[in-house]
């Protein structure tokens, strides 16, 4: 798919809020600070669509956007930002439970992970939590222009066998140098019926 416009809808706060009409959905989660918003801007070209930060837990609602009047992309707070906090995790939990199990339309989740570092607990539970629910999903890494052109590809296969999976699943990113935009919407249009 290509992008040809973009729109914010809106935030919940709550999973009584979240969105249940028939539009497909691909979300985005993944660590505190991995680069979700960042990356929903670089892949819809628009520098403040979805708010970034350099301070970890900046996205702490559900944000839908509406991409070519058709489409929703879903930034889902970060995990892992209240670090043995057990109350944030269960606000955490309640907000996206009802998000996982009531969407309906939910073709695809893309889990992102920084290319520099080993997966952590968190990960492994959001990858257990989606096959439990049988939800698609794919790997995206992030900020690989941190890594030098040539240890990107290692970085990549290192993510694959740490996790068990097909290195086909998962996708090289750079919001910041412009890198594996293209590749990773031609593979939502696997997920999603035009
Ligand atoms: P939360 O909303 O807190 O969960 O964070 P997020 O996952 O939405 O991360 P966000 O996009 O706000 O980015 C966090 C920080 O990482 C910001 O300082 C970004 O500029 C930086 N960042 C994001 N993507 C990249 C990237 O591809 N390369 C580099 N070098 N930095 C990036
Ligand atoms: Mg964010």
Known sequence: MRVTSA????SVAKGDQIILDNK???AFVGRSNVG?????????SSKKLAKTSSTPGRTRLINYFLINEDIYFVDLP????AKGNKTE????????DPFFVNSKNLKLVCVLMD??????PLDYNMLTYLNYYQIPYIVVATKCDKLPKTKVKPA?????????LGVDNIFATSSNNLQGKI???????????N
């Open 7 to 10: 729109k914010f809808i809106k």
């Open 24 to 26: 497909p959905i691909v």
């Open 36 to 44: 979700k918003s960042s990356l929903l801007n670089y892949l819809t």
């Open 78 to 81: 970060g995990y892992g930002f």
């Open 89 to 96: 995790n269960s606000k955490w939990d309640e907000l996206m």
């Open 115 to 120: 290319c520099r570092i080993k997966p952590t």
């Open 156 to 164: 990549i296969q290192a993510m694959a066998n740490e996790l068990g």
């Open 183 to 193: 590749e990773l919407l031609d593979k939502f249009d696997q997920f999603v019926e």
